[in-house]
Nanobody, 120 residues
Framework: QVYLVESGGGLVQTGGSLRLSCAAS????????RAWYRQAPGKQRELVAI???????NYGDSVKGRFTISRDNAKNTWYLQMNSLKPEDTAVYYC??????????????WGQGTQVTVSS
């Protein structure tokens, strides 16, 4: 089993910054990719940022240049630094990872979600 726990959401004004964290725990052998998704009310869940095991990153068009995904391999933790936030960034943010486990095969894990609200 694996568990993903997020933290760092909250309320911020337009132009402000927040940093989200996601900590993975459990029977982890390797983490193949780490990602952040978001879902706004009435909209589909969308990819915000993804970092592969090899170190490459990719971002959704709406957040390029403003958001940065990073990781701390030793802690099985990754982050989403969000700068220059806009009201349209308001959503529930979910961390996601594909994890090779000891005894459970390869699993896709999701965090519980954390609310980010950007006021205008």
């Amino acid at each position: 089993q694996v568990y993903l726990v997020e933290s760092g959401g909250g309320l911020v004004q337009t132009g402000g910054s927040l940093r989200l964290s996601c900590a993975a725990s459990g029977s982890i052998v390797n983490i193949n990719h780490r990602a952040w998704y978001r879902q706004a009310p009435g909209k589909q869940r969308e990819l915000v940022a993804i970092a592969t095991r090899g170190g490459s990153t990719n971002y959704g068009d709406s957040v390029k240049g403003r958001f940065t995904i990073s990781r701390d391999n030793a802690k099985n933790t990754w982050y989403l630094q969000m700068n220059s936030l806009k009201p349209e960034d308001t959503a529930v943010y979910y961390c996601n990872a594909e994890i090779e486990t000891s005894g459970w095969g390869t699993l896709m894990g999701w965090g519980q979600g954390t609310q980010v609200t950007v006021s205008s």
